[in-house]
């Protein structure tokens, strides 16, 4: 044994570990910017409940954000589909804001829904988002 220290073996540890934090940091950064710009899209948060009454199939808007009259509407009755836009089928009163708000009601009158399958969907068309979709009665 010599008993002299040598310094060398401490900068070969340092460089190294200045060597590794240098290439975590660029990684971090990279993955930063690679997946800031996945975003999470904000969802219009609405209830709306289906019903039959006699010969009327009613959809409630029962709480949340107010829908646009494009919304589409679409009922399924005995596998023939038909579209309509919320403007449509509300009532005057309820057309004056603009908006199907909460309470509102959407009603479609059609003779003699006794046996058949009767499907309804709701889609807000600006971000193509399905809001309601059920089946109101089993064929």
Do not use: C
């Given at each position: 044994?010599?008993?002299?220290?040598?310094d060398e073996?401490?900068?070969?540890?340092?460089?190294?570990?200045?060597?590794?934090s240098v290439?975590?940091?660029?990684?971090?950064?990279?993955?930063?910017?690679?997946?800031?710009?996945?975003?999470?899209?904000?969802?219009?948060?609405?209830?709306?409940?289906?019903?039959?009454?006699?010969?009327?199939?009613?959809?409630?808007?029962?709480?949340?954000?107010?829908?646009?009259?494009?919304?589409?509407?679409?009922?399924?009755?005995?596998?023939?589909?038909?579209?309509?836009?919320?403007?449509?089928?509300?009532?005057?009163?309820?057309?004056?804001?603009?908006?199907?708000?909460?309470?509102?009601?959407?009603?479609?009158?059609?003779?003699?829904?006794?046996?058949?399958?009767?499907?309804?969907?709701?889609?807000?068309?600006?971000?193509?988002?399905?809001?309601?979709?059920?089946?109101?009665?089993?064929?």
């Amino acid at each position: 044994m010599n008993g002299k220290r040598t310094d060398e073996a401490i900068s070969d540890l340092l460089g190294t570990m200045l060597l590794l934090s240098v290439a975590v940091s660029v990684f971090s950064v990279i993955s930063l910017n690679t997946l800031s710009g996945i975003s999470l899209e904000e969802h219009l948060l609405v209830t709306i409940g289906g019903t039959l009454e006699g010969n009327n199939i009613i959809l409630t808007h029962r709480g949340g954000e107010s829908l646009p009259l494009e919304s589409e509407v679409m009922f399924t009755i005995a596998g023939a589909q038909l579209n309509f836009t919320a403007g449509q089928l509300l009532d005057d009163k309820s057309k004056q804001d603009g908006l199907w708000t909460v309470g509102e009601l959407i009603v479609y009158n059609r003779t003699n829904l006794t046996g058949l399958r009767i499907e309804a969907t709701v889609v807000e068309v600006k971000d193509d988002t399905t809001l309601f979709m059920g089946i109101l009665q089993h064929g």
